[in-house]
């Protein structure tokens, strides 16, 4: 059970440049969600899915796409790159009873330049 | 709306001395909240919740926290520190969401914990 893993764990692009970060989560929840975390801000939430083939827009959401093909599994996808997207990225997953906490991934440490 | 405070944007202690990392929040419905722990270079782990049973909440590592709605706060505390509790901590309210709504999380800004030897 390796709980919500993320790919890439590191990844520096060039202004302009494209990249898709992939979730993958096997606890079987239905809700992920994307976030950034910048220094002093806390965590901010981008995007979320609340089951397959489903996506909602967060917090920031501008600059930044998702999709939800498969249940494990949700996409962030940078279009056309800038330095304002140098960031800490957190994909997590809940499920839909109980107190619903999320459980979080490594992060993605991605550098635009 | 809802929002999350976290007091204290640093705290040191010495290892073997309590800790207290303070919280308030704000939410105009019964919200559910939890701490979260983030090691340096690492995602965050939950270290307990607060769901509307007891107010007094136990979580790993001997970590426990008070809700107290009179005060609207949900203080972190542990008797005594230890060198591996060294971390960044954040508060998180959730709104009350029945049925499947999401249920939006608010973040604290985080607490940095030092402890000294």
């Known amino acids: 059970n390796a709980g919500v893993t993320q790919t890439p764990k590191f990844r520096v692009l060039k202004t302009g440049q494209s990249m898709t970060l992939l979730c993958a989560q096997d606890m079987n929840h239905e809700y992920m969600y994307w976030y950034r975390q910048d220094p002093g801000m806390g965590l901010r939430l981008i995007h979320y899915s609340v089951g397959e083939g489903t996506t909602a827009k967060g917090e920031v959401p501008d600059g930044y796409n998702v999709s939800r093909l498969k249940k494990q599994n949700f996409l962030l996808g940078l279009e056309s790159a800038a330095p304002s997207q140098t960031s800490v990225y957190f994909c997590?997953?809940?499920?839909?009873?109980?107190?619903?906490?999320?459980?979080f991934g490594p992060g993605t440490r991605l550098t635009v330049t | 709306a809802q929002s999350v405070t976290q007091l204290d944007s640093h705290v040191s202690v010495s290892e073997g001395t309590p800790v207290l990392l303070r919280c308030n929040y704000s939410?105009?419905?019964?919200?559910?909240l939890f701490w979260y722990v983030q090691h340096p270079n690492k995602g965050l782990q939950l270290l307990l919740k607060y769901t509307s049973a007891a107010t007094l909440v136990k979580g790993i590592n001997g970590f426990e926290a008070e809700f107290k709605k009179s005060e609207t706060s949900f203080h972190l505390t542990k008797p005594s520190a230890h060198m591996s509790d060294a971390a960044e901590y954040f508060c998180v309210v959730r709104l009350y969401a029945g049925g499947t709504s999401y249920g939006k999380l608010t973040f604290g800004q985080g607490t940095i914990l030092t402890v000294h030897p």
């Open positions: 939410s105009s419905y019964s919200p559910s």
């Open positions: 997590a997953s809940s499920s839909t009873s109980g107190s619903r906490e999320q459980y």
